[in-house]
């Protein structure tokens, strides 16, 4: 399996770190800082890791084409869940988030009540 992690900050970091002693998968490691995708990368043999801006929607698209990705991981900041949901959504690509945000908030309590959630 290959698994596209889009956030290579702490969360991202260990995800590879944990991936690496189970070795059920290769990741391809993509993060805004490259250089903080190759150190998560450096997890690993085999890694790779690549610059990626989660808001570029078409450049996430084309990635998990280009990569041959099985599933986009979101490791990064909830306000790109649905610019990464989306991208995998158009490549046919299974998604797994590491917190769930909301998709749309409530129309009109949207800090006392809960929206349209991207689960639902």
Known sequence: MRILLVGAGGVGTAFARIAARRRFADLVIADYDLGRAQRAAA????????????RDEPGVTELLAQRHCDVLMNAADPRFVMPLFRAALAAGTHYLDMAMSLSQPHPDAPYQLTGVKLGD
């Open 43 to 54: 997890a690993r043999d085999g890694y790779e890791a690549v610059q990626l801006d989660a």
